[in-house]
């Protein structure tokens, strides 16, 4: 089922269904990680514990326009999709600028939907370092990275880490779909039928 719709700041996403199943599953979470001391233990242990959830985003420029696209998914261990996101934005001036501007939606989008936890994973080391502490906070795209930490410091716990392009191929693929987004699409666990292949090809076992 798709569900498209214009966030409004600081908004909400309630869909039932998926936040009964979000709570069974950080309930699950939350007896099974409960020697479990750091952050980094919890994105490490996130292929190992049944109930996490780990977020991937990424970020897309469109040569052909002004614009860019946003990509980011949500899964469960299993690998399954809770929620997706494509997202068009006017294009900003850097790359560095657009993956910000990504994983600063990824926390919002877990935090509009109710997720408690998360492991965050991005393809850009720069980002991940400075999210994680080191740099940039006194650049021009330091007020993207204050508004991130911000966002999941809200959070229960969460993480920051990095991967590589073929382990970001999900949340990649979403945001350059974002050419056809208008400007917003959000999906409730299930993807658009034509990124069935990208998901079918990333999915492992998790648990």
């Not at 040569?63 to 294009?91: W, Y």
């Not at 850097?94 to 994973?121: D, H, I, P």
Request: hydrophobic residues 45%; glycine residues 6%; aromatic residues 6%.
């Amino acid at each position: 089922m798709a569900w498209r719709t214009t966030l409004r700041v600081g908004g909400k996403l309630w869909m039932t269904t998926l936040q009964d199943r979000r709570r069974a599953m950080e309930n699950d979470a939350a007896r099974s990680m409960a020697d479990v001391t750091s952050d980094e233990d919890i994105c490490s242990s996130l292929s190992l514990v049944r109930g996490c959830f780990k977020t991937n985003y990424d970020g897309a420029m469109f040569d052909e326009s002004d614009e860019a696209g946003l990509g980011v998914v949500i899964r469960n261990s299993e690998g399954q999709v809770m929620v997706a996101l494509s997202e068009k934005i006017k294009k900003p001036p850097s790359v560095v600028a657009l993956e910000l501007l990504a994983a600063r939606r990824a926390a919002a989008l877990v935090s509009e939907t109710g997720f408690q936890q998360s492991c965050f994973e991005g393809d850009s080391e720069v980002v991940v370092k400075a999210l994680r502490g080191s740099g940039l906070e006194k650049s021009a795209v330091g007020h993207i990275l204050k508004d991130t930490l911000s966002t999941v410091s809200l959070l229960q716990s969460f993480s920051f880490s990095h991967v590589n392009r073929q382990g970001n191929a999900v949340a990649h693929a979403l945001a350059q779909r974002a050419r056809l987004s208008f400007p917003l699409q959000v999906w409730m666990e299930s993807v658009p039928p034509d990124l069935n292949a990208v998901i079918l090809a990333d999915l492992k076992p998790l648990v």
